[in-house]
């Protein structure tokens, strides 16, 4: 192998003294630093969780498994999960699903699938059937964003034959296991409970309870009558606050000045109805009666002689005295009118309070006359949208800002810093590594180096010793296969010279050695 890395070296023109240079030792030294820092830096493996925290599966009967396939993995100390290598994880999954090991959920309707006990009575049946109706609502609610785990409770009142009955009414029970730092809003509530009442027949939404792993109930937020909630009072100020902002940036720069927004809101559910008569009454239906009657009135003093018969003559005097005539016109009048039927929103903007504080320690205000002032106040009431008639009120004054106190962060030194601490901990490593090359590696290398020389110095002269014993009894040019032909000109003899210098260095003196004595025994002969 050394031959060979030595003929590799002499044909690109590089000598093993090259190597013994103290910058080329360094710069191999930095390649292989490099190299293994690289290696290191690769080597590093991510370790992800086998399963989800809601798949609870037997960490004894996993680990066993890895350790028969041999997967490395680790057990994280903070929840038990199995940790597995990213790049082993599709590889133990396959081995453990070979081995039927699989995340323990909350059984579903599968549970129906199963075969029927001879002799289950129908009450088994009904509890089979909660059951799964339990896991099926459990595994739809945990497929929600933010939902790590879910648990229903269903109490389901069986239907009563009697037409008056006093057993309560179906309820259900949900609890919800939610990432960290992660809250459902009072929508997605409200979703929850209306899908576990959809998905029992008889359950109302207002007998579903739904609870978060720290006990806080969560269906009271999500009442018809919300109550004050932060996000809906930012949701109403911030753009608000945002037109502010962008009319006080331009008119005294930014930070010399002070909002804020406070809405009032009403959460009151109102209805109200409105009817309006409009124009001149017209006639919708007239009635006339007309009551002509001669019939004699009965007169005189009550009593019995009032009713006897008169004469002829006193009857027709009376009869003409006492006819009646009765007229009666009833008319019925209609106005244009328009009714309006109005329901107000729950969460309606009562009123509106504005705060906003000019700082004088800047003199673009403090240099603000009186009619400046109430031009950008005007400017302001209209970037916010303020009604008078509903009581808004924006309210803006100079103040004297008190500057906050500087706060002194402790400075670190400079090799206490992190940057510079990861660096001079890998230039520590590289530096070691250069010192074994140097102390370890370089006086190994020349060692071996040497030896080798010595070795073929001392074979090249025992080779050149035989060569010279045996010029007497047989000619150079002879033994010799590679060497150029006797009768070849002076070119070829310097070209071979060339190429024998280039290759084989200590052989040169040698050849011309041996052809200078074959020039000469000719001469002698003759």
Same mark, same amino acid.
Not at 246 to 267: C, E, H, W
Not at 286 to 297: I, M, R
Not at 498 to 513: G, S, Y
């Given at each position: 192998?050394?031959?060979?890395?030595?003929?590799?070296?002499?044909?690109?023109?590089?000598? +093993?003294?090259?190597?013994?240079?103290?910058?080329?030792?360094?710069?191999?030294?930095?390649?292989?630093? $490099?190299?293994?820092?690289?290696?290191?830096?690769?080597?590093?493996?991510?370790?992800?969780?086998?399963?989800?925290?809601?798949?609870?599966?037997?960490?004894?009967?996993?680990?066993?498994?890895?350790?028969?396939?041999?997967?490395?993995?680790?057990?994280?100390?903070?929840?038990?999960?199995? $940790?597995?290598?990213?790049?082993?994880?599709?590889?133990?999954?396959?081995?453990?699903?070979?081995? %039927? @090991?699989?995340?323990?959920?909350?059984?579903?309707?599968?549970?129906?699938?199963?075969?029927?006990? /001879?002799?289950?009575?129908?009450?088994?049946? %009904?509890? #089979?059937?909660?059951?799964?109706?339990?896991?099926?609502?459990?595994?739809?609610?945990?497929?929600?964003?933010?939902?790590?785990?879910?648990? +229903?409770? /269903? !109490?389901?009142?069986?239907?009563? !034959?009697?037409?008056?009955? *006093?057993?309560?009414?179906?309820?259900?029970?949900?609890?919800?296991? $939610?990432?960290?730092?992660?809250?459902?809003?009072?929508?997605?509530?409200?979703?929850?409970?209306?899908?576990?009442?959809?998905?029992?027949?008889?359950?109302?939404?207002?007998?579903?309870?739904?609870?978060?792993?720290?006990?806080? /109930?969560?269906?009271?937020?999500?009442?018809?009558?919300?109550?004050?909630?932060?996000?809906?009072?930012?949701?109403?100020?911030?753009?608000?606050?945002?037109?502010?902002?962008?009319?006080?940036?331009?008119?005294?720069?930014?930070?010399?000045?002070?909002?804020?927004?406070?809405?009032?809101?009403?959460?009151?559910?109102?209805?109200?109805?409105?009817?309006?008569?409009?124009?001149?009454?017209?006639?919708?239906?007239?009635?006339?009666? %007309?009551?002509?009657?001669?019939?004699?009135?009965?007169?005189?003093?009550?009593?019995?002689?009032?009713?006897?018969?008169?004469?002829?003559?006193?009857?027709?005097?009376?009869?003409?005295?006492?006819?009646?005539?009765?007229?009666?016109?009833?008319?019925?009048?209609?106005?244009?009118?328009?009714?309006?039927?109005? *329901?107000?929103?729950?969460?309606?903007?009562?009123?509106?309070?504005?705060?906003?504080?000019?700082?004088?320690?800047?003199?673009?205000?403090?240099?603000?006359?009186?009619?400046?002032?109430? &031009?950008?106040?005007?400017?302001?009431?209209?970037?916010?949208?303020?009604?008078?008639?509903?009581?808004?009120?924006?309210?803006?004054?100079?103040?004297?800002?008190?500057?906050?106190?500087?706060?002194?962060?402790?400075?670190?030194?400079?090799?206490? &810093?992190?940057?510079?601490?990861?660096?001079?901990?890998?230039?520590?490593?590289?530096?070691?590594? =250069?010192?074994?090359?140097?102390?370890?590696?370089?006086?190994? @290398?020349?060692?071996?180096?040497?030896? #080798? +020389?010595?070795?073929?110095?001392?074979?090249?002269?025992?080779?050149?010793?035989?060569?010279?014993?045996?010029?007497?009894?047989?000619?150079?040019?002879?033994?010799?296969?590679?060497?150029?032909?006797?009768?070849?000109?002076?070119?070829?003899?310097?070209?071979?010279?060339?190429?024998?210098?280039?290759?084989?260095?200590?052989? =040169?003196?040698?050849? @011309?050695?041996?052809?200078? *004595?074959?020039?000469? #025994?000719?001469?002698?002969?003759?």
């Amino acid at each position: 192998m050394f031959d060979s890395l030595k003929s590799w070296l002499i044909q690109r023109n590089l000598t +093993v003294e090259l190597l013994k240079k103290p910058w080329v030792l360094t710069l191999a030294g930095g390649l292989l630093t $490099l190299l293994i820092v690289a290696t290191l830096w690769r080597g590093q493996v991510d370790y992800v969780p086998l399963y989800g925290a809601h798949q609870h599966v037997s960490t004894e009967a996993v680990t066993s498994a890895l350790a028969s396939e041999k997967i490395a993995f680790r057990i994280n100390p903070d929840n038990g999960q199995v $940790l597995v290598a990213d790049n082993s994880l599709p590889r133990a999954r396959m081995a453990l699903a070979a081995k %039927n @090991i699989q995340p323990i959920i909350a059984p579903g309707f599968e549970l129906l699938d199963k075969d029927e006990v /001879l002799g289950a009575s129908q009450y088994i049946q %009904n509890i #089979r059937y909660q059951r799964g109706l339990e896991g099926e609502l459990a595994r739809s609610i945990m497929s929600l964003q933010g939902v790590e785990d879910a648990r +229903v409770h /269903l !109490g389901i009142q069986a239907d009563s !034959g009697f037409v008056l009955s *006093n057993q309560p009414a179906s309820s259900a029970s949900v609890i919800i296991t $939610l990432t960290p730092g992660m809250r459902l809003t009072p929508q997605q509530v409200r979703a929850v409970t209306q899908l576990v009442a959809g998905s029992v027949p008889g359950l109302i939404a207002a007998n579903v309870h739904i609870v978060d792993q720290t006990g806080a /109930l969560l269906d009271a937020a999500a009442d018809d009558t919300p109550a004050m909630d932060a996000d809906l009072l930012r949701n109403l100020s911030q753009p608000i606050t945002q037109n502010l902002v962008q009319i006080l940036d331009s008119a005294v720069g930014q930070k010399n000045y002070r909002v804020t927004v406070m809405p009032d809101i009403d959460f009151r559910h109102t209805e109200e109805t409105q009817e309006s008569y409009q124009g001149d009454p017209k006639v919708l239906e007239e009635q006339l009666s %007309n009551d002509t009657s001669g019939q004699t009135e009965a007169s005189g003093v009550p009593g019995t002689l009032s009713n006897r018969p008169t004469t002829a003559t006193a009857s027709t005097t009376e009869g003409q005295n006492s006819q009646r005539n009765v007229s009666q016109t009833q008319r019925k009048y209609a106005y244009d009118h328009q009714i309006k039927h109005i *329901n107000y929103p729950a969460q309606q903007l009562a009123r509106l309070q504005i705060a906003v504080a000019l700082n004088t320690g800047t003199d673009i205000v403090a240099k603000m006359s009186d009619s400046q002032l109430t &031009q950008l106040k005007s400017l302001l009431e209209n970037a916010a949208g303020i009604d008078s008639q509903r009581g808004d009120k924006l309210t803006l004054d100079k103040l004297a800002f008190v500057a906050p106190p500087s706060v002194s962060l402790p400075t670190l030194s400079w090799w206490q &810093q992190p940057d510079i601490q990861f660096w001079a901990t890998w230039g520590g490593v590289g530096v070691l590594l =250069v010192l074994l090359i140097l102390v370890v590696l370089r006086p190994g @290398i020349k060692a071996l180096i040497g030896k #080798r +020389v010595t070795t073929a110095s001392e074979e090249q002269t025992l080779a050149t010793e035989q060569r010279s014993t045996s010029v007497g009894e047989k000619h150079q040019f002879e033994t010799e296969s590679d060497l150029p032909p006797r009768t070849s000109g002076i070119e070829d003899k310097v070209s071979y010279l060339q190429q024998l210098a280039a290759n084989e260095t200590d052989r =040169v003196a040698d050849v @011309i050695k041996q052809w200078i *004595n074959s020039n000469d #025994r000719p001469r002698d002969n003759v």
